[in-house]
């Protein structure tokens, strides 16, 4: 079976869409798992800063339901997990100085994780300024990288693959004013792991650029839910990149 590292290793400008439990759960509907059946996004992930963990659980047993794409857990607390989903992103927060983001959620997660059959994706994750201050960023209280900083988002993403990381997420936080620069993604991208690119993404355009610019898996967040019909330009982005 091919796991979901593999998956992300071999992709080729993928897209993920990404729930927040909390306002999943207020409006979901039908239309909503018929929209995204026509997208056929490659991952959904699933998380938030400020998810209780009944919500996250109800949000993962309404997707295993309706949709049989990859679960990716994408966790803001140590109690955000669930062995229906496929994959957890162990996240650690490098971007950030905070013991709590870097290995406290982790071990408080260990055991649990242990008994379960998920795959666990070693991820450094790094925050970076999209402009405005994020929820992660409050919720974290950590400073992320400055926009025009790529020389030091690459030392942090090379850290975290040479601490074993299998994987760099770089996000410019939920409801960003604009995404990472053509430039940071290159930067990040160097180190030679695959990479996902979130925050701030909100047109075709931009998909694009963060695709051909290094990004194995591009993150639309807060724009499906601000739009969902943008899942309609995300399909026909995807049928024109295999053309």
């Known amino acids: 079976m091919n796991s979901i590292l593999n998956q992300i290793i071999s992709a080729e400008k993928s897209i993920a869409i990404l729930i927040d439990p909390e306002k999943f759960i207020q409006n979901c509907s039908n239309d909503f798992f018929k929209k995204l059946a026509i997208c056929n996004p490659d991952f959904i992930f699933i998380g938030g800063s400020t998810v209780s963990a009944g919500d996250f659980k109800t949000c993962v047993q309404l997707l295993k339901e309706n949709t049989r794409l990859p679960l990716v857990i994408f966790p803001g607390a140590s109690h955000q997990i669930d062995e229906n ?116 993404i909100r047109t075709i355009e931009q998909i694009e650029m963060a695709h051909k610019s290094g990004a194995n898996v591009v993150v639309i967040g807060n724009k499906i839910e601000a739009d969902i019909d943008f899942l309609f330009d995300i399909a026909n982005y995807k049928k024109s990149v295999f053309l």
Request: glycine share 10%; with cysteine; proline share 5%.
């Open 85 to 200: 989903a496929d994959a957890i992103l162990f996240l650690s927060l490098l971007s950030g100085r905070n013991p709590d983001y870097l290995i406290g959620h982790h071990v408080n997660a260990s055991e649990e994780l242990e008994k379960m059959n998920l795959e666990i994706i070693p991820t450094s994750y790094l925050l970076i300024d999209g402009g405005k201050k994020s929820s992660v960023e409050y919720v974290s209280q950590t400073t992320p990288i400055p926009a025009d900083q790529t020389s030091i988002a690459r030392k942090t993403a090379l850290a975290g693959k040479l601490q074993g990381k299998l994987l760099t997420y770089i996000d410019c936080g939920s409801g960003a004013l604009f995404p990472a620069t053509s430039s940071m993604i290159q930067a990040v991208k160097s180190v030679n792991l695959p990479l996902v690119v979130g925050g701030g």
